[in-house]
Structure formats: C-alpha cells, structure tokens
C-alpha cells in the first residue's frame, strides 16, 4: 500500500507536508480532511474531529522530529543528515551542523511564538467575525497583530538576519515551516510583507525554491480564508472549545 497523507490544507503543517512531498517526488495518495467539520472526503466517509486527528499524526511527526520524518517519507535506508530527498533541493535540516542546529533552534521557537501568533491573527482578524459570526473587540485584535509584529521582528533580526534563507544559503525545513505559518495572516488581510523589505525578498526566495505553481496550489484554500461561507451553527458549537483552546 502507498503512502496516503491526511491532509486539511487549512493547517499550516499540512501545507509543509504537502509541499515537502511534492516538491521531494514522494508518491503519495491525498486524502482530503476538513477539520472544521470534522470530516474527510475519502469515499464520502464520515469522521469525528477526533479521528481526523489521528489521521494527521504523520503532520505532526513532521514537525515533531527529523528522523520521524524520514521514517514516515522515506522507508527503508534513511538519507544521510542533510540530504535532499530525491536530491531536489528541499533539505531536512541543513547542509552541516552548524545549519541543522539552526534549523532545530527555529522549529524549537516558532512552535510557541510565531505559530501562536499567526494563528490568532487569522481567527481573530477573519475566522471568528465571518466564518463564526463572534465579534472580535478592536482591542483584542490591536493586541493580536501587536504581537504578531513583534514576531515578525524577531524572525526577521534572530533568524534571517542577512541570510538568503533561515539557516543559510539554502531553503530548509525551517524555512517551509516558517513561510507556511506566514501566510494564515497573509490569508486573513494582513501586510505581513509590505512593510518588510528583507522578508518580502525572503518569501520570494522560498516560493522560487518550491515553485510558484506549487506554492500558489498549497495556499489556495487559506488565501481564500475571507470568503469562507458562515458555518452551521451545529458545527460552531462543537468547534467553539476547540478554537477558543486552541488560540489561547
């Protein structure tokens, strides 16, 4: 049996996922999840959240750990530390040890602060006043894109710096991880790059790198995230908790 990836494109990592294993030439079978409504579109099967999540876990070994990853993509014989898969250009770390230690140091700091942010600016800028109908108060949402701003910045002076890509010369994990957190604001309004030169001609970078067309095709649905119809007030109790949980 093939690989099969459970993937909601809504959901920042399943977009990494979904990038890494198209552009790296890993055949795969697409399985389409909603989580929102809690089901998939595999044979017009029904699914609870809960179950749905499960079916994500290879996502979130993704994130998780390298050598995961490469169990999860890459039976048998793993690629030495570094390697391209497929030799395409996508590295899983970085090319020595200076840049794998790089990329772990980033994926260790964007789990609770770039991430934590770009998901608040979507829900709170977009998700809860349209798709929930749950007025945002100008205050929370000010506070939000403040601190939103402030991770900006830091990616920008901790991580960038002066570099063609996050930990070097050469796109990484790190650098797929961070442009698919970047655009769930970008999904919702947000200028994230006008204002910033370096990460403007960074974000051009990375999407050369994977490819415009394949780059446009993962981020189609969160690019779409304002014209989101009005969920069914069934499906906005059950997912209230889990929202409000998630972004806290």
Not at 179 to 202: D, N
């Amino acid at each position: 049996m093939g690989l099969e990836l459970y993937l909601d494109l809504l959901s920042q990592p399943c977009r990494a996922v979904y990038i890494f294993a198209k552009k790296n030439g890993i055949p795969f079978e697409l399985r389409i999840v909603d989580l929102i409504k809690g089901w998939s579109a595999v044979a017009g099967s029904q699914l609870t959240t809960t179950s749905a999540s499960q079916n994500l876990v290879l996502c979130l070994l993704f994130l998780l750990g390298r050598s995961a990853l490469k169990r999860c993509f890459c039976p048998g014989e793993p690629p030495e530390e570094g390697a391209s898969l497929e030799g395409r250009g996508l590295h899983l770390d970085g090319e020595d040890l200076q840049a794998r230690a790089r990329v772990d140091e980033y994926l260790a700091w964007q789990h609770t602060t770039l991430r934590r942010s770009c998901l608040r600016a979507l829900w709170h800028k977009v998700m809860f006043p349209v798709f929930l109908g749950e007025p945002v108060s100008p205050q929370t949402l000010a506070a939000t894109l403040a601190e939103l701003d402030v991770n900006l910045q830091l990616l920008e002076d901790k991580f960038l710096q002066n570099k063609a890509f996050l930990t070097g010369p050469h796109i990484s994990l790190a650098d797929l991880v961070a442009i698919t957190e970047l655009m769930h604001p970008v999904g919702a309004g947000c200028q994230v790059f006008e204002s910033r030169p370096k990460l403007a001609t960074w974000r051009q970078r990375v999407e050369a790198a994977v490819g415009e067309d394949l780059f446009r095709e993962a981020h189609e649905v969160i690019l779409k995230a304002k014209d989101f119809p009005p969920a069914d007030p069934t499906i906005k109790q059950k997912l209230m908790p889990w929202v409000l949980a998630m972004i806290r």
